[in-house]
């Protein structure tokens, strides 16, 4: 009876003692601190999340200095020594700081034009005829990027590569560049700060980064649509997957932590801005 008394008191102690520290993608932030708060109350295991970018949550895990990254990278395995287990999804909006503007339509053509430096002013003609109607101001567009590796810049100029055979000739595809036009910040909060600040700017951001900063977020024409990043179908979002050590020292509590998620996340993951992946999205995207 000692003995069981005993094992339970140190299973208690485990439990309550428990912190597993994890970085990376900028994009989960708040979705990743809800679903933390919700499985130390179910657990009693503190997890802590430092949001430093995807390229910078992998670099921390293969330096043993975190228990787990988040990453919208599909890092390439060199060795069978770590996994990517897939986690969320989401919508990556444009966002813009214009006044009197309250509905913008561009495309993957303008918006590689604007990064590739070629479109500079709100009034050109080619984002004119996107917005029939709209009084679009005779001003500077202030291109907003980021400067740090970013998962999200990752999905944003795969879209571009994919649209633009300017764009995939000049840049490709890639989580950080040197950019040809714009100012650099670090994180999806840093540039959804620099959109709120500065007029007439224009940016990419996680959707619900966007929400959470009241920022204005311009539709998507596309194929022959228009797509809005509030709704499910839109074509410019991102993935996001844990990248940890198979035999870790905490690893199997990370895969205890997804496993939670997947179980009871859904509702977490949807108030905070992203999507559940389903069961499809769960097995296409499993690292083997």
């Known amino acids: 009876m000692m003995r069981g008394f005993l094992l339970l008191f140190l299973s208690a102690v485990y439990a309550f003692s428990l912190s597993i520290d994890g970085c990376g993608a900028t994009f989960v932030t708040h979705a990743f601190d809800e679903l933390s708060k919700a499985y130390q109350k179910k657990t009693n295991i503190s997890i802590t999340y430092t949001p430093i970018g995807s390229s910078g949550g992998i670099k921390q895990v293969l330096r043993g200095k975190a228990d787990f990254g988040v990453s919208e990278l599909e890092y390439k395995l060199e060795d069978n020594s770590y996994q990517l287990i897939p986690f969320v999804k989401g919508n ?26 070629k479109i500079t002013m709100w009034s ?41 055979k300017e764009w995939r000739d000049k840049f490709g595809v890639a989580m950080a560049l040197d950019w040809a036009v714009g100012v650099g910040k670090k994180g999806n909060l840093g540039v959804s700060e620099a959109i709120k600040q500065t007029p007439n700017s224009l940016g990419y951001v996680g959707y619900s980064h966007a929400r959470n900063f009241g920022l204005k977020k311009a539709n998507l ?28 020292e905490k690893s199997q509590d990370v895969r205890r932590f997804i ?27 499993s690292i083997r």
């Open 92 to 117: 990556i909006s444009l966002v813009y700081n214009l006044d009197g503007v309250d509905r913008l339509v561009l495309d993957a053509d303008v918006i590689s034009q604007i990064y590739l430096g």
């Open 124 to 164: 050109d003609e080619r984002i004119k005829a996107l917005n029939l109607g709209v009084n679009l101001p005779d001003k500077k567009i202030n291109v907003v990027h980021r400067y740090d590796g970013s998962g999200t810049t990752f999905a944003f100029t795969s879209f571009l590569d994919k649209n633009s």
């Open 221 to 248: 024409a596309y194929n022959d649509k228009i797509y809005s990043s509030d709704k499910k179908g839109y074509p410019l979002r991102s993935f996001s997957y844990f990248f940890l050590k198979i035999d870790g």
């Open 259 to 285: 496993d939670f998620i997947y179980r009871s996340g859904d509702e977490i993951i949807n108030e905070s801005g992203l999507i559940p992946l389903d069961e499809n999205d769960k097995v296409r995207l």
